[in-house]
């Protein structure tokens, strides 16, 4: 099953990240580790292979891939024996990469993002196509009454924010869509009448790789112990472009809201405490969050945890950026439409109504992907 993976921010570091590993992984250079879709209990012949995959996409930038990967090598991101051994099959992905359309008025944006998909789809003889938002993040909209109807919204398509107008050209090419990043995405009631009406799945938002990937594990501990969380404090550190993006206090705002619904949804309650977010520059692409939290027992006896994460955000990222492209596609392949829950296991803010617990969420998505599979094999 040949499948595109149009990336949006085709030349960020997430993008790089998960392009020269899907690569490397390709020609046997390295392991998949992280790899969600490569355990035991999720391969299957429900989902594209890894040498299936294509890619190609947009970005504002044009700094070439392989000048990317080079400077992410140098920055400890990758490997960077495999960012020279890849280069020439980067070469190629460069080819089929495309500067974001800024000609004309919205509708006629979308009309150019839709022409690249179909002409992609063609070009490579590809089964589906993908589309994956890895941009920076934006500021939340301004709600509009168009947000809610389809009808309305095809004649003011200037309401729309960047990855909402994207989520329009994908449904519009016949692509399904998943939103790696807090921002809006597919995720308005005139949106998602439009997935439903092409028969389109689509997923998101917000990739979970650190901190909340951690709440999401040690919350559901609380609630089951029955012990009472009085606080719970985060200060969040990052560099590289999303630290630079986040020191804006709107897109700050919407990626912080993200980040919190897991506390309230686990525990029935929000503790007290915050989370901050901060760009620090010379993180680069690596990012270090310290939390605090307090918490009483037993007769009132007041007791904390502390812990610190320090990871490296694309080496995160990019493995999950193959399994949503991999799972969606399947999905998709499977006739499904509409929002997939059954991937809130990836993310922090998921559609749907399915808790927060990631071994929850993992149970949820095995038994999907067990279906996805069993369909497959008929």
Same mark, same amino acid.
């Given at each position: 099953?040949?499948?595109?993976?149009?990336?949006? $921010? %085709?030349?960020?570091?997430?993008?790089?990240?998960?392009?020269? *590993?899907?690569?490397?992984?390709?020609?046997?250079?390295?392991?998949?580790?992280?790899?969600?879709?490569?355990?035991? &209990?999720?391969?299957?012949?429900?989902?594209?292979?890894?040498?299936?995959?294509?890619?190609?996409?947009?970005?504002?930038?044009?700094?070439?891939?392989?000048?990317?990967?080079?400077?992410?090598?140098?920055?400890?991101?990758?490997?960077?024996?495999?960012?020279?051994?890849?280069?020439?099959?980067?070469?190629?992905?460069?080819?089929?990469?495309?500067?974001?359309?800024?000609?004309?008025?919205?509708?006629?944006?979308?009309?150019?993002?839709?022409?690249?998909?179909?002409?992609?789809?063609?070009?490579?003889?590809?089964?589906?196509?993908?589309?994956?938002?890895?941009?920076?993040?934006?500021?939340?909209?301004?709600?509009?009454?168009?947000?809610?109807?389809?009808?309305?919204?095809?004649?003011?398509?200037?309401?729309?924010?960047?990855?909402?107008?994207?989520?329009?050209?994908?449904?519009?090419?016949?692509?399904?869509?998943? &939103? +790696?990043?807090?921002?809006?995405?597919?995720?308005?009631?005139?949106?998602?009448?439009?997935?439903?009406?092409?028969?389109?799945?689509?997923?998101?938002?917000?990739?979970?790789?650190?901190?909340?990937?951690?709440?999401?594990?040690?919350?559901?501990? !609380?609630?089951?112990?029955?012990?009472?969380?009085?606080?719970?404090?985060?200060?969040?550190?990052?560099?590289?472009?999303?630290?630079?993006?986040?020191?804006?206090?709107?897109?700050?705002?919407?990626?912080?809201?993200?980040?919190?619904?897991?506390?309230?949804?686990?525990?029935?309650?929000?503790?007290?405490?915050?989370?901050?977010? &901060?760009?620090?520059?010379?993180? *680069?692409?690596?990012?270090?969050?310290?939390?605090?939290?307090? +918490?009483?027992?037993?007769? $009132?006896?007041?007791?904390?945890?502390?812990?610190?994460?320090? $990871?490296?955000?694309?080496?995160?990222?990019?493995?999950?950026?193959?399994?949503?492209?991999?799972?969606?596609?399947?999905?998709? %392949?499977?006739?499904?439409?509409?929002?997939?829950?059954?991937?809130? +296991?990836? !993310?922090?803010?998921?559609? *749907?109504?399915?808790?927060?617990?990631?071994?929850?969420?993992?149970?949820?998505?095995?038994? !999907?992907?067990?279906?996805?599979?069993?369909? %497959?094999?008929?």
């Amino acid at each position: 099953m040949r499948t595109g993976v149009w990336l949006v $921010g %085709a030349r960020g570091s997430v993008a790089t990240t998960s392009v020269v *590993g899907a690569l490397a992984l390709r020609a046997g250079l390295t392991a998949p580790t992280g790899c969600v879709t490569e355990l035991p &209990d999720l391969r299957g012949p429900a989902l594209p292979g890894l040498a299936d995959l294509v890619f190609g996409g947009h970005d504002v930038v044009a700094t070439p891939l392989t000048k990317r990967a080079e400077a992410l090598a140098a920055a400890g991101v990758l490997p960077g024996r495999l960012a020279d051994a890849v280069a020439p099959e980067l070469a190629d992905v460069e080819a089929a990469l495309r500067p974001v359309p800024t000609e004309g008025d919205p509708a006629a944006r979308i009309a150019a993002v839709v022409d690249d998909l179909t002409d992609f789809r063609r070009r490579y003889d590809l089964d589906r196509v993908v589309v994956v938002n890895v941009a920076a993040t934006e500021p939340a909209p301004a709600p509009h009454p168009a947000h809610h109807d389809l009808t309305a919204l095809r004649t003011a398509l200037d309401v729309l924010p960047a990855s909402s107008r994207y989520a329009y050209a994908a449904f519009t090419a016949g692509c399904p869509y998943v &939103d +790696f990043t807090p921002s809006t995405g597919a995720r308005l009631p005139a949106l998602a009448a439009l997935a439903d009406e092409r028969g389109l799945p689509y997923a998101g938002h917000d990739g979970k790789t650190g901190e909340t990937l951690l709440k999401s594990v040690l919350a559901p501990m !609380f609630a089951m112990r029955h012990l009472a969380v009085r606080s719970w404090s985060g200060t969040n550190l990052l560099g590289g472009g999303d630290g630079a993006t986040l020191a804006e206090p709107a897109a700050n705002a919407a990626k912080v809201g993200s980040k919190q619904r897991v506390l309230a949804e686990t525990l029935g309650y929000l503790p007290q405490g915050s989370t901050r977010i &901060d760009y620090v520059e010379e993180l *680069g692409d690596f990012k270090t969050a310290w939390d605090l939290v307090t +918490f009483a027992g037993f007769l $009132g006896t007041g007791m904390r945890m502390e812990f610190t994460w320090h $990871g490296c955000d694309s080496a995160l990222a990019a493995p999950l950026v193959l399994d949503l492209a991999r799972l969606t596609a399947a999905a998709h %392949a499977a006739g499904r439409r509409g929002p997939l829950a059954e991937l809130a +296991f990836f !993310f922090k803010d998921p559609l *749907g109504d399915t808790g927060h617990a990631l071994g929850e969420q993992w149970a949820v998505l095995r038994d !999907f992907v067990a279906g996805l599979h069993a369909e %497959a094999a008929r």
